[in-house]
Structures are given as structure tokens and as C-alpha cells.
């Protein structure tokens, strides 16, 4: 059974930086596109920052400049590097990853940017 599992989440200060790690474990043996999405009450999940298996990435606009999404191929760990946060950053960050021809969705970790 595959599984993806999301670190790194916490509370910081606004300004400041946080790294999320999504490791996905079980028999995988085939990956794809992995992505990070967002969700904050009251509003619908937002697309991050994806990542496809050649390396290439996008980003929403809010966070270009400050995010940056990363994996390593071999081992299915995948990161998001977050700097400069914004209260608006605020959310339940979400790892998303296409896997063994499948679609895979971590429980998320919170990431909270207050002063």
C-alpha cells in the first residue's frame, strides 16, 4: 500500500521560512507529476507548486519567488522549501503525488504564519 506522509509544518513568525517534506513509502514503483497543495478554512484546495518527474515546476503566482518545490527521484521524497512567509500563507499543506498509475494524497500538515 502506498502511502505519502507530510513534515515539516508548524508556526513561524511572518518573514520567516519553513521546509515540508512528503516521503512517499510502500512498493512504488513508478513515479510521476508530485504536487503541493494548500487549504485554508473556508476556501477550496489550491494547487502550490507541482513537479513533474523530469524536474520541471511551476508555481502559483502568490509564492513565486519565495517557494521552491524539489525531489528526489529515486528515494520519492519531495520538498517545499517556503521563505519570506505571509500570514496568507496560512493552511493545511497537502502532498499530492501520481504513483504506480495512481493518485495519491497525503493528510497534510499545517503550516501557520503569525506574529
Known amino acids: 500500500q502506498v502511502q505519502l506522509v507530510e513534515s515539516g509544518g508548524g508556526l513561524v513568525q511572518p518573514g520567516g521560512s519553513l521546509t515540508l517534506t512528503c516521503i512517499a513509502s510502500g512498493n512504488v514503483f513508478s513515479t510521476y507529476a508530485m504536487a503541493w497543495y494548500r487549504q485554508s478554512p473556508g476556501n477550496q484546495r489550491e494547487l502550490v507548486a507541482t513537479i513533474t518527474s523530469g524536474g520541471q515546476t511551476t508555481y502559483t503566482d502568490s509564492v513565486k519567488g519565495r517557494f521552491t518545490i524539489s525531489r528526489n527521484y529515486h528515494n520519492h521524497t519531495m520538498w517545499l522549501q517556503m521563505s519570506n512567509l505571509k500570514p496568507e500563507d496560512t493552511a493545511v499543506y497537502h502532498c499530492?503525488?501520481?504513483?504506480?498509475?495512481?493518485?495519491?494524497w497525503g493528510q497534510g500538515t499545517q503550516v501557520t504564519v503569525s506574529s
Open positions: 499530492n503525488g501520481a504513483l504506480n498509475y495512481a493518485i495519491y
